[in-house]
């Protein structure tokens, strides 16, 4: 038989704030507070808590008395503790299901169950409905309202939200918990972390020397609307923009298996655990474990632990289990393009059209940013468009860019447009003033309904035209609301690379078009890309980094790009 595995420090803190809880709920007074002192020295211990009950030296933890010594003795002999058991017993089902609910206590929480039977969410529900609830005592009609709110944001967490909507304010957040005293690494995690394009929720991990001012200073956060669970190394909370975020505090020795864990993805996560299962390993949240004789294998960073099992790193943005393992143990894996490898946008609208800022604004804040260049495309004059721009209007707007160009330094604005796509294929500005242009974007902004082979063939035409530089935004579709233009794909892609229009990957947060998938696609038919923000204002260029994520996403190198390189060679790449 396998010798009982030892108990950790942290599983004994557990069971004792899991008495602390249901003592709570018996309204028990004082005790909580005992076990829950104790729960955070035991957490806190330097010592493995086995050897200092074999030197009899439990006492001698601040909080712990003759009687907690006792119960930790009990844990480590027998794993359990009975007190714990019995109150589990004592406590109706469902009390701490409901206890979790914002705005119900323990105590409150126990009242529902007593008086209505009420045992989980969707019968809580019901009765606040019912108007059941109010004449419980403790209640009124204000506390049924705020419990049906509560009720309604823990449905409401099955939404998705975009992900430049989000990552701006998670990333702040993370930030903000960054600088308190005792934290020694903090990352966000999950989706949001492989920058998937739609978001659940924020996850985000840390480890920390003080783990209770970390999750204190959490819960305080402005932001918050409501908190939906608090414990001693994890809360939940709502944030005023509906998201829910999730902070979890692991040890130090912890952290970067955790960080893989909760990284994801799921199917990544479970192609990782195989691979450590076929080297006799237990690869889990808390780290690398021999399952010969039960060593604990440690990472120092989540490199070492790919590199463990014999793999490249897999940055998070691969890690959906889309063949990045395989390439891994093949070592051919892409060196997908840096965050910082784009040197200038080549999607932007000043106010000439239907931006906010002036191409000068727009050029001061793209050096800011330390780029070369951008490529200043305002939508031409159509009569769908409003603030078109029409042929003497692109004259004149070019002027306007020359004289910028001669002022500022080091850096330079490129006269673009954005020409629209007609029916036919056709664009609505004439090929001898696209011809004096630096850029040319030709998108579909109407008609995305049209059949199959007619859209095909709208596209072709307009990548057959000698003056189109960049598709914008392929595919036309807006997430969650308009699905992609029918289009038969391969043939686009092939065209485009024949005539050496480059695939915009259109940065805004509702496009993201092409898709990481999309991406990956006609990659592999020899495409090249251009990321532009599509930005309709200053603060708008930082749509760019969306772009760069989606990229990665679809395995793209910064030498798919064109406007990674410097600005002479993009030029040279536009001529041709
Ligand atoms: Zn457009």
Known sequence: MDPPSPI?????????????????????????AAYRRAAHEIETLAEDIALTSERGKLEEIPGVGSNLAGKIREILETGRLAHLEKLKQEIPRGVLELSEIGGIGPKKALILTRELGITDREELDKAARAGKVRGLPGFGEKSEKNILQSIRALKSTGRRFLLGDILPAAEAIRKRLEMLPGIQVISLAGSIRRRKETIGDVDILAASKDPEKLITEFCLLPEIDRILGRGPTKSS??????????LR?????????????????????????RRALDRNWKLNEYGITSLSDGTMLKAQTEQDLYHMLDLQYIEPELREDRGEIEAAIKGTLPSIVPYGAVKGDLHVHSAWSDGKHSIRELAEGAKVLGYEYIAVCDHAWNPRIARGLDETAIVKQQKEIEQINRELEGFMVLAGIECNIDPDGNLDIGNKILGDLDVVVASVHSGLDMPKAAMTARVLTALHNEQVNILGHPTGRIIQQGEPAQMDFPVIWDAAVAQAVALEINAAPSRLDLSDTNCRIARGHGTRFSIGSDAKSVENLMFMELGVATARRGWLEAGDIINTVPLRDLLRLLES
């Open 249 to 273: 505090v692991v040890d130090k020795d912890q952290y970067w298996a955790a960080l893989v864990y909760f990284t994801g993805s799921k199917d990544h996560n479970i192609a990782l655990r």
């Open 8 to 32: 950790s420090n942290k599983q004994i803190a557990a069971i004792f704030y899991d008495v602390a809880d249901l003592l709570d709920i018996k309204s028990v007074k004082f005790k909580p």
């Open 237 to 246: 909370i709502i944030l005023t923009s509906g998201v829910q975020v999730d």
